[in-house]
């Protein structure tokens, strides 16, 4: 092992390319965490160097544009300047300190890269929320947290104001917007006349750098505290092998700005690699300004949910010529078979899926170059080891279900969340042994590959049998008449319980008869999966309940079918 260094860019050799080897080494366990480490100071400023002496392409860090003419392009040396900026609002006139927590909710605006990384050089924890957070959201998230400060756009001004006085440890509230508002520090305005000059905060690798809420997918969003290194450090891999990026390519990550997958795709990964961020802040996802989008702009590589390839399939793809799409992404839920093959036949691209959460990161995920087996979400990434664990901890053979798994040895892994804040019992309740557990059901092939069975709490447990929803949603979405579906447990007098689909329909069979249909449904799944599977219940409905990240809630389905609230 290499020795100790203690900041990263004290090392001469880390202004020449061998910074980005010695973080891949760092995720290998080859080369031990430095002790001080910060993304703005480490990565960032040194990709501005390598602008300044032609070691990087002249492509933007950042290309934003909101489809009304409005376009903003930001080398690495512009993102430096404006953050400094920034980062002198913050700890000036808004008096912030390093280790305050600031709560950031702003659309896909340029301002929330420039706080991002500002908060990043002042040592201030960045919080983000989407800015579809309702008044009792906020209200939730900032008493929970203390934040002492908030940024914040326009429309959700007025949710703020509405519960602040019930904030008692909020000092500061920023607007990010032309206008002024009485009661908000204006970013704008304070931005004019902050000076360039500052210098990055010498950070600690395990200091709290921001915190992510989960998506509130089972219950309510946690808190995932993340270290300077977890989200710094810790994306070197997946923004390389996963992503497949170099600093040559422009990635367009579709999330949001409140969610980790903003961070994986729209901040570290690509940053890491030196690589261009395109943003496009469409003020509604529209499947044509999205396609217009990928025809007009040079994007290599693309990111979205699978619920925006579900609908995008739905169009005729092969009349659109995307200018420079290569290699495309998808997370934070299942890919069906059946999508994945649709968008390969229309569009020539194979999609790789990747597995991971807001607590760890990237846990699976289908390496550019690796064989992708259809409805697998690949193999383990590094750093981590991934298994299949029975209840007591034990791994469990290839081919058998069980808790997917992360294998633990001390100290706690560097790219791990520190905690969830301010909840221990919850901190503690993911370690089983010496495994962290993910608290999704899958099982590992032979090859080494996972499948993704589902929850833990959506397994569907029908006279002794344990059915996935996801298999049988994938097998139903194989039919033209489905367009998505939800699979979940409705109460049975005799079994107990039974797979029950809520289906959601294409067009051309939104007339249909029900009943047939139900039945022309139970029979197709029937011939796909094992027939002990096919949904004994069947309901056909306009829309399904889903997060804010576009995710689909079954336990709001499912607790309607058992009757509770
Ligand atoms: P909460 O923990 O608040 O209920 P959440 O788990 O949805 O919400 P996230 O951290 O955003 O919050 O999502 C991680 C979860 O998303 C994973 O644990 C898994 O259940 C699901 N997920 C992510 N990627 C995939 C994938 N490729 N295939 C299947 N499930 C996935
Ligand atoms: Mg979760």
Partial sequence: LAPPVRRLHADPRLLAPLALADFEAINRGERPLPESF?????????WSQKEQ????????????????????????????????????????????????RVAVILPRVPEWWLVNVACMRTGLVFMPGTTQLTAKDILYRLRASKAKGLVASEEVAPAVESIVSECPDLRTKLLVSPRSRPGWLSFQELFQCASAEHSCVETGSREPAAIYFTSGTSGSPKMAQHSHSSLGIGYTLCGRYWLDLESSDTIWNMSDTGWIKAAIGS????????ACVFVHQMAQFDTDTFLDTLTTYPITTLCCAPTVYRMLVQKDLKRYKFLKLRHCLTGGEPLNAEVREQWKRQTGLDLHEGYGQTEVGIICANLKGQEIKPGSMGKGVLPYDVQIIDENGNI????????????????????????????PGKTAATIRGNFYVTGDRG?????GYFWFVGRADDVIISSGYRIGPFEVESALIEHPAVVESAVVSSPD???GEVVKAFVVLSVPFKSSDPEKLTLELQEHVKKITAPYKYPRKVEFVEQLPKTITGKIKRNVLRDQEWGRT
């Fill in 38 to 46: 910060n993304f703005a100071g480490d990565v960032l400023d040194q």
């Fill in 53 to 100: 002496t032609g070691e990087r392409p002249a492509s933007p860090a950042l290309w934003w544009v909101n489809g009304k003419g409005g376009e903003v392009k930001w080398s690495f040396g512009e993102l430096g300047t404006l953050s400094r900026k920034a980062a002198n609002v913050l700890t000036q006139p808004c008096g912030l300190a390093r280790g305050d």
């Fill in 267 to 274: 901040v570290f990964s690509p940053w890491l690699q030196g």
């Fill in 396 to 423: 469990l053979p290839t081919g058998q279900e069980g808790d997917i798994a992360l294998a633990l040895k001390p100290p706690r892994p560097f790219s791990f969340f520190s905690e969830y804040v301010d909840n």
């Fill in 443 to 447: 099982v590992m092939d032979s090859d």
């Fill in 493 to 495: 007098p005799i079994r």
